[in-house]
């Protein structure tokens, strides 16, 4: 009985599996697939009746579909056989025996026969396995980082050690498709109905890279904040999502080397929020103010901050509360060096003087002796 049905499973097979077929992209896609296996229409709107053709071969004359955005990888019995970057129309061609078809002009009577007798040696199965993938050439959006605790790094700007808790998410795109599948992509996602995602958290080679980039956030803020380009600030990190992405990408590539052994890279990132330590918080708020009061603007209001602790010490201590101030800005240079230097009056005109000095006599608010005291010192006499 097990004869007879390896015979009837090998030719029935063999029949099934002369039909040309349509290969594209499997329906309900999620937007972070990174690979997952092209798959045959057998009908198309009640059309077609190639329904029953082996999973694992694909017949000669085959059409491949491959659109926007994503690559096709041609597989043999395991291996990596093609790659298509282009998008367009394209025809299978093998030399497998397997393959061959009387409808791809392969011949009537001896493709038919050679395949029987391969799959009856294997129980009526193909002892071939061809496989047709796509790869997303597009960046791949929604991967997500964050800390549960404060990390710290060297800042250059600051000139100290900052910590911060931070979180946010990148778009990754993968560089090279046959690293991505040699090096890195799990066996189990080389299977036809296998997706594999980078989001998805079952997939514990997505959960890998998302401690990766974890390990690797302290060192992108120290490129990023202590490169001179960037003007060393950790300011700009929200606001410049390229720049930062560009540290995060060469810092993932030192610690774990993503692009020289995945084919993979970090593009764009977004920093959804960044929440500083206390003690780097009370830093940035004395770099703000120092900001905010540098240059003309700082001598304005430390000349108004002056000026208005003279107005206080004449309203609340009298002359001796001059004096104290007058005491407390010589120490510090003087209130003069806290503004533009201005003229000596000029020296009264001694004529004038004696005139006013006469009028005054003639008033009588002054006496002869008073006058000939003021007339004698303007004078000089």
Known sequence: MGLVQAVAGAVGGVLADQWKDFYTVPEGLPATAALFAAVPRGTNAGRGSNTRGSSNIITNGSKIVVPEGYGLLLFQDGAVTGFVAEPGGYEWRSDDVNSQSIFAGDGLVSPLIKQSWERFKFGGQPGSQQAAFFVSLKELPDNRFGTQSEIYWDDGFLNTQVGAVTRGSYTLKITDPILFVKNFVPARYLQPGEVFDFTDMDNAAASQLFNEVVGSLAPAFSLYTNDPAKGNRITKLQQDSLGFAKSLSDAVEQGYQWSSQRGLAIVKTAIVSIEYDANTRELLKTVQRADALSGGRGNSNLQASVAQGIQS?????????????????????????????????????PVARLKKAKEMLDLGLITQADYDALKAKALGL
């Open 313 to 349: 010490a004449g309203e609340n201590g009298g002359a001796a509360g001059l004096v104290g101030l007058g005491m407390a800005t010589g120490m510090v240079g003087g209130v003069g060096s806290l503004q533009q230097p201005v003229a000596a009056p000029a020296a009264e005109d």
